[in-house]
């Protein structure tokens, strides 16, 4: 088996890539520091990302995990075209580039004939919205959302499952930053659980969705976030 991850780096990625290796299968990571390198700011990125795995694997890749993100301010007082060029920026990166993995995955999994997971890593923004200067960030992973439920209700049939995940905030240096600049005692205190998540939770939630979750689950959306949005 084999499973291509995205943003497997750092953080929540990182913490993927240890625990889906852990259990003996092929992971193809991508970044800087772990795997294959692909910008997804450049739109030719996801598909180069793509061949190269198909190549690292052998021709067949059964698992595709989108962790890839960025998560960068855009305040609204900014000047026009620098707040369009970064809400585009998060778009293309944090659900285009993932949309194209997930045509390609789809359609790798048709012409082979068999069936294959997707894991999406969206993020209680999804539901509950972000920031005022997060609004692409937010729209991205609810985005993200629509498009793996779009995906299990029209590959079910195939043996093509779709799985969203989405952690509030979790302990790595993207919310460290958050955290500080917004004041993290009041942050953790809407927090009921009263600790952000761990990396390897968020993981574990990953493994289950691309190994061992029923067929009949395809569609799901877990939530991660210690009871901070309850859907």
């Not at 772990?34 to 067949?60: E, H």
């Not at 293309?92 to 999406?120: F, K, P, S």
Request: include cysteine; glycine fraction near 10%.
């Amino acid at each position: 088996m084999a499973i291509l991850l995205t943003g497997s780096s750092r953080g929540i990625g990182a913490a993927i890539l240890d625990t889906l290796t852990a259990t003996g299968v092929q992971v193809i990571g991508h970044g800087t520091r772990s795997g294959i390198a692909a910008d997804f700011a450049d739109p030719a990125a996801p598909r180069a990302l793509w061949n190269a795995a198909l190549a690292q694997s052998g021709g067949t890749i059964d698992v595709l995990v989108n962790n890839a993100g960025v998560f960068e301010a855009n305040p609204l007082d900014r000047d026009d075209d620098a707040w369009v060029a970064d809400w585009e920026r998060t778009l293309r990166i944090n659900l285009t580039a993932a949309a194209e993995l997930c045509r390609l995955a789809v359609r790798h999994w048709q012409q082979a004939g068999t069936g294959g997971r997707i894991v999406n890593i969206a993020s209680r923004a999804a539901y509950r919205g972000d920031s005022p200067a997060h609004w692409h960030y937010a729209a991205a992973k609810a985005g993200m959302v629509a498009m793996t439920k779009t995906i299990a209700r029209g590959y079910a049939k195939e043996g093509i499952l779709a799985f969203a995940i989405c952690p509030g905030f979790t302990m790595t240096g993207m919310a460290d930053d958050y955290l500080a600049s917004r004041g993290g005692d009041k942050l953790l205190a809407d927090i009921p659980l009263g600790r952000v998540a761990d990396p390897q939770e968020v993981a574990a939630v990953a493994r289950f969705c691309a190994l061992d979750a029923p067929a009949s689950m395809t569609g799901a959306v877990l939530d991660v976030n210690g009871a901070s949005y309850v859907r």
